[in-house]
Every structure is written in structure tokens, then in C-alpha cells.
């Protein structure tokens, strides 16, 4: 499982980003993409650490993933975007610490010190105007005064722990899911954003959050939620290209009050967030919730974030699958936290 990520320059010069387990790469990703970049980085749960490779023509020996002190930091800090930066530049100062700077053009605007996945996600984000990163050459180093950019410190950790699961995928045969309005994208991959979006929103709060993909009957994942106090299932909707809503769902017969309160927050917040009409919470038999209310959880749901074969009609557009993902995702995270305050 990978443990940290490592920013390099391929042969051409381009970025080339790679999921590291110790010294050997799991997975990679060539691309100069800022949204590519943070997706990439999102998929990533058990990272807490990046770094960047030191120039050719160096001592190439894998660095540490220690390199830097390293303190927890559970959550981005959600600072408020900024437009005065076109691109970032990485690269590895004489200590061999990473430097990421925000570039203006030719310019730096600010830089974060530091070897923080989240907290590069975070820095990334502040600049809404600047879509791509560069691995900068050998001898590179900031010029000028320019801020420093430093993260928030993390919150105290709660007592609550929450488990999202990834809905589809993991199995034999692979189970994608629904598949979206452009006849391509995946429910599963989808219902990755969605969830990795909503543990970011939770762990902000400073509340415990783990994300699950796993292989099994529905039954016995549901069953993993034991000692949690969140169970939810992310999923995306579909049905003929025509319906669109929000929705989220307790167990028709062992589910009870808590369960569908869960569900009608997180189906509200859904419907706010996206502006789609609000199908509240609602009850069936489904394995997956009939596993974990088969466990001492305190709530289990599963959540429909839109329907993502809608082509659109007078009245609502056709969604922007990856933007209304990571923004349900947000909303799922945000009706948990908000039911935890309710019933804590």
C-alpha cells in the first residue's frame, strides 16, 4: 500500500507523480494538470507525505519519507481561494526539502516549505486561476521576498469515528457500477471522489474518518462498521437519462430513528449543495446497511448523490460529473458532521 508520494521529471521534462510503497513505485500519473494532480493525490488515503526528487546528476538514493518533521495535519485548512497566481513550480531546496511556489507568470506570489499531502492539496486550491505545475531544473530557488504560505494546525481529535464506503468496484468480476451521461465514466469512479471529498470535509471537523474499498459479499462489508459511529454507503444514482435527485436510505427493517434522520440531513444537504430536488431519506433492504445494522454502529446509511446519467432538461443542466461529485461528496461530509453535533 502506498506511503508516501514522489514528484519527479521524466525524460521529456514533464511532471511525472508516483504513489510510492518505500522506495518502489505502486502507481503513477504523467500529467502537468493542477486537477488531475490533487485527483491523483486524493486516491491516496493512507499517504500523509510527498517529496521531491532531487535533480539529476545528484545523489539519486531514495529519500526519506521522514525528511521533515512530520505532524499529522488530518485535514486541509479550506483557505479561501486566490487568482493571483497562473502555475506552481516544484522543487527540492539545498536541504532536500520540498518548496511548491505559486507562480504569477514569471513571478513568485507565495510558497509553502513543507511535505504535507493535505496541506499541498490545500495550498493548491488557494489559487483558483492556476490549472498546472512544473518540476522545476536543477539549481531552481525562489528570488525576491515572497510569503510563506503555512497550514493550519489540526484540530483535537474527536471521539467519533465515522467509515465511508466505496460503493462497486472491488471484486471478481468488477462491478463499475452505473454508468454516466457520457457512456465513459463509472459509478465506482465516481463514488471515489465522492467519498474521499466527504472524509476531508469530516476529518476537517477533527473527527476520525476512515474510507473503505473492499471486496466481499454486502453483507460482510457492512459488518467492517463495527465500533464506528457512521456507517455510510456513496453511491450515484441512475435510472433513464431523465430523473435527477438527491436521496439517501436506512434499512427498511433494522434501521430506527437515528438512521433515517442521518439519511434526510445528508439528502438535504445534497439537494442544497447541487440544486436538485430533494427525494429526502428513504428505506429499503439493502445488504450492505443490512451488515453493518447487524453491528453495535450507531447509524448506518447509504447515500444516492445525483443521478449521473441525467442529460438535463429546461429546468436543470446535464451535471459536471467530476465537479458535482467532489461538491456532493462535501455535503455528504458535512450531513454526517452536522448529525454528530445533533447526537453527540
Not at 468488477?174 to 454516466?180: H, N, V
Not at 471515489?192 to 466527504?198: D, E, R
Not at 449521473?308 to 461528496?329: E, Q, V
Request: proline content about 6%; charged content about 15%; overall charge negative.
Amino acid at each position: 500500500m502506498a506511503n508516501w508520494i514522489l514528484f519527479a521529471r521524466d525524460s521529456s521534462g514533464m511532471p511525472l507523480v508516483s504513489a510510492m510503497n518505500g522506495g518502489s513505485p505502486e502507481n503513477s500519473l504523467s500529467t502537468n494538470l493542477k486537477a488531475n494532480l490533487i485527483g491523483f493525490l486524493q486516491l491516496f488515503s493512507g499517504v500523509g507525505t510527498f517529496l521531491v526528487a532531487k535533480p539529476s546528476g545528484t545523489d539519486n538514493e531514495v529519500e526519506s519519507v521522514d525528511l521533515l518533521p512530520r505532524t499529522d495535519l488530518d485535514t486541509p485548512t479550506n483557505s479561501s481561494a486566490l487568482s493571483s497566481a497562473t502555475w506552481f513550480q516544484f522543487f527540492c531546496d539545498d536541504d532536500g526539502q520540498p518548496v511548491v511556489v505559486a507562480m504569477d507568470g514569471t513571478n513568485p506570489a507565495e510558497f509553502y516549505k513543507g511535505n504535507l499531502k493535505l496541506a499541498l492539496i490545500d495550498f493548491l486550491s488557494r489559487y483558483s486561476n492556476a490549472n498546472t505545475f512544473q518540476i522545476a531544473p536543477a539549481g531552481t530557488s525562489i528570488s525576491g521576498s515572497v510569503a510563506e504560505w503555512k497550514p493550519s494546525p489540526p484540530l483535537p481529535p474527536s471521539k467519533h469515528r465515522v467509515m465511508l464506503e466505496i460503493g462497486h468496484g472491488p471484486g471478481v468480476p468488477f462491478d463499475p457500477g452505473a454508468i454516466a451521461h457520457d457512456s465513459v465514466t463509472t459509478e465506482h469512479s465516481l463514488n471515489i471522489i465522492a467519498a474521499n471529498s466527504a472524509r476531508n470535509v469530516i476529518a476537517k471537523a477533527g473527527i476520525n474518518c476512515t474510507v473503505i474499498d473492499t471486496v466481499g459479499s454486502l453483507h460482510g462489508i457492512g459488518l467492517q462498521s463495527s465500533g464506528f459511529d457512521v456507517f455510510c454507503s456513496v453511491h450515484h444514482n441512475s435510472f433513464n437519462g431523465t430523473v435527477q435527485r438527491a436521496e439517501a436510505f436506512s434499512h427498511a427493517t433494522k434501521g430506527d430513528g437515528l438512521d433515517s434522520d442521518l439519511a434526510g440531513m445528508i439528502a438535504t444537504e445534497l439537494s442544497k449543495t447541487l440544486s436538485i430536488p430533494n427525494a429526502g431519506a428513504k428505506k429499503a433492504k439493502l445488504g450492505v446497511l443490512s451488515g453493518a445494522e447487524d453491528t453495535n454502529v450507531r447509524v448506518a446509511v447509504l447515500a444516492e448523490v445525483y443521478f449521473i446519467d441525467f442529460k438535463g432538461n429546461g429546468t436543470l443542466p446535464k451535471p459536471h460529473l467530476k465537479d458535482f461529485s467532489t461538491r456532493g461528496g462535501e455535503a455528504i461530509g458535512r450531513g454526517i458532521v452536522e448529525w454528530l453535533k445533533k447526537h453527540p
